[in-house]
């Protein structure tokens, strides 16, 4: 590999007001352009935006900034994969045909420098949060989404930006380690490496930046959020390591 792969999730832009995620928006774009000449694929996890929804001729304003900036380095030959998170779950095809970017419903298994990559956003795996699998469910049904796409724009919208602004972030939620043998998404990945062996698996929605030993070679890496953390994750052919952009806050390193 003569590049790097970069991986980022939770950017979470539209909470909690415009002016705080208009500052993140441009501290991301600052990082995507630091990140450019030396990136050959970029992965963002899932909840780019804390709310958005596609419809035929209308999608949420805002947010252009970071649209043009990724729209340049798809142009510039840079891979970029968009995985639908449980806030952005109801992304179409809109970046697809206005920036080149892959979007990625689920789970993808990648292999890169002769290591093998488990990627997910990781809402609805694990062990529990029973009632959430079942919402997800029903929200990406495309019935579900159908129906949605019956309320007028302005009403749908704005039901959507009214739902974002109770979410964890929003309210700027202290997360905290669980340890090891209870962090679900943690033993998720080891219930995997019974079936397969991945080196590394990644995950975002955790919102707390994680590097845990799995034992047998394997590693569990959380790349956190952009509200306290502004964490990610790069891959230089040998190695995978979490770092900060423009501050920086301790990992859980076990």
């Known amino acids: 590999m003569s590049k790097n792969i970069y ?3 939770d950017f979470h832009l ?4 415009f002016e705080q995620s ?3 928006e441009d501290r991301i774009v600052r990082w995507l352009n630091s990140i450019a000449p030396t990136c050959s694929e970029l992965f963002l996890m899932g909840d780019v935006f804390d709310f958005w929804y596609e419809y035929k001729l209308v999608v949420p304003k805002g947010f252009i900034r ?3 900036k990724l729209a340049e380095m798809s ?3 840079i891979k970029i994969y968009f995985f639908k998170g449980n806030h952005d779950m109801w992304v179409n095809d809109y970046f697809i045909k206005e920036i080149g970017i892959e979007i990625v419903s689920d789970e993808l298994v990648i292999e890169r420098g002769g290591k ?3 990627l997910h956003h990781g809402d609805g795996l694990g062990p529990g949060d029973s009632k959430y699998k079942m919402l997800r469910k029903i929200f990406r049904s495309p019935f579900c989404q159908w129906l949605f796409s019956m309320v007028p724009p302005r009403i749908g919208l704005g039901i959507g930006s009214a739902w974002s602004g109770r979410s964890r972030l929003a309210s700027n939620t202290d997360e905290v380690f669980y340890g090891i043998d209870h962090e679900w998404l943690a033993v998720y990945a080891k219930e995997q490496l019974m079936n397969a062996h991945y080196d590394y698996f990644i995950f975002g929605h955790r919102h ?5 030993d799995l034992g047998k070679g394997s590693r569990y890496v959380n790349i956190g959020e952009w509200i306290n953390f502004n964490s990610y994750a790069v891959f230089d ?3 995978l390591s979490l770092k900060y952009f423009e501050k920086g806050e301790q990992v859980v390193l076990v």
Do not use: C
């Not at 707390?208 to 845990?212: G, V």
């Open 7 to 9: 991986f980022a999730s």
């Open 237 to 239: 052919g040998n190695e």
């Open 14 to 17: 539209g909470v909690p007001n």
């Open 75 to 77: 142009d510039a030959g």
């Open 208 to 212: 707390l930046p994680l590097d845990l």
């Open 66 to 68: 970071l649209q043009g």
């Open 116 to 118: 093998r990559f488990f």
């Open 22 to 24: 208009r500052k993140r």
